[in-house]
């Protein structure tokens, strides 16, 4: 069973390539010469991988204070992005 942080550095990683922009802006090196794909598609893409954090999320075991918090932190903000993207609200 993953844990919540092991879910957030891939959903980081993930988020980097997928939003050079964001991945600027925290600082993660290789992507200030890129910018993110604006089409459709791109979109969608983002929206998987928020979807797919979603589900790993709900597998994952926290048993502590801080690893709880960190779940429920994250499962909010990815419920909201995944919820303005079905609105189409992108």
Do not use: C, K, N
Request: no cysteine; glycine share 6%.
């Amino acid at each position: 069973m993953p844990s919540i942080d092991s879910i957030a550095a891939d959903y980081v990683e993930r988020a980097a390539v997928l939003d050079p922009s964001f991945a600027t802006w925290a600082g993660i090196h290789g992507h200030d010469d890129q910018l993110p794909d604006l089409s459709p598609d791109g979109f969608a893409g983002r929206a998987e991988l928020d979807r797919s954090a979603l589900a790993a999320l709900a597998a994952a075991d926290a048993p502590g204070r801080r690893e709880q918090v960190a779940l429920a932190a994250m499962r909010e903000r990815l419920a909201i992005a995944v919820e303005r993207y079905d609105a189409g609200d992108t």
